[in-house]
């Protein structure tokens, strides 16, 4: 199983909303992350697990606040987001978090968000 | 932190070679990547090369490496329009734990 699974596709909310996004792997990958991209641009990293604890946090804003419940699951949960923050969500995971595996990267097909 | 550029557009024809281009700054990357992302998906790890490496032949992909130049390039033989996509070129961030992706080329093959 090579797969990175993200739900949902699609998410509407309103910007006084709480949600959650979920991702799931189960490779046995130690390192997951979480990026956003903006159409015609190139995925942003905002955060890296590795072993379920938090290794980078890019300076993202705390109404982005992810949580790492054990090896196989990755959420970010969201409130009181801008509309500025509708993007695609992208999780990936790797092997380890450091040396030439941590960037072979699987990701997960994305979810969509946009914010009222 | 490392600008990595690429052309933003690519148009071949079906049965063509397609070459994707990428320049970088960081001269001390050990590892150079090329992902792929078709519509409404996320990215898919095509190919890497490490930076003692020239060449690497993958099959239908070809990267090149100049590292004096600091140029990497992706091929793909008999271009599919299967290959519709955006392509990434990506390099290890030195001294921290993350890559850093290029502005992408879209690459468009018509039948």
């Known amino acids: 199983d090579t797969e990175v699974t993200q739900t949902p596709k699609h998410l509407v909310m309103g910007m006084t909303n709480k949600k959650s996004l979920k991702c799931e792997q189960h490779m046995g990958h130690r390192a997951m992350y979480w990026y956003k991209q903006k159409a015609k641009k190139p995925p942003e990293l905002m955060f890296v697990?590795?072993?379920?604890?938090?290794?980078i946090n890019e300076s993202v804003p705390s109404r982005f606040s992810p949580e790492c419940p054990n090896s196989s699951l990755l959420n970010l949960h969201l409130h009181a987001l801008q509309p500025e923050d509708s993007a695609l969500y992208l999780c990936a995971s790797s092997q380890e978090s450091e040396g030439v595996l941590a960037y072979e990267q699987y990701f997960g097909p994305g979810t969509r968000l946009t914010v009222t | 932190g490392e600008d990595v550029e690429q052309s933003l557009f690519l148009s071949v024809r079906e049965g063509d070679s397609s070459v994707i281009n990428c320049t970088y700054t960081?001269?001390?990357?050990?590892?150079l990547y090329w992902y792929k992302q078709e519509p409404g998906a996320g990215l898919q790890l095509l190919t890497y090369?490490?930076?003692?490496?020239d060449m690497k032949q993958d099959q239908r992909l070809t990267v090149l490496l100049n590292k004096k130049d600091k140029h990497l390039s992706l091929r793909i033989a008999d271009t599919q329009t299967g290959d519709s996509a955006i392509y990434f070129c990506?390099?290890?961030?030195?001294?921290?734990?993350?890559?850093?992706f290029g502005t992408g080329t879209r690459l468009l093959v018509s039948p």
């Open positions: 960081d001269s001390s990357s050990t590892y």
């Open positions: 090369i490490f930076s003692n490496m």
């Open positions: 697990y590795s072993y379920e604890k938090l290794s």
């Open positions: 990506a390099e290890k961030d030195t001294g921290f734990q993350k890559l850093v």
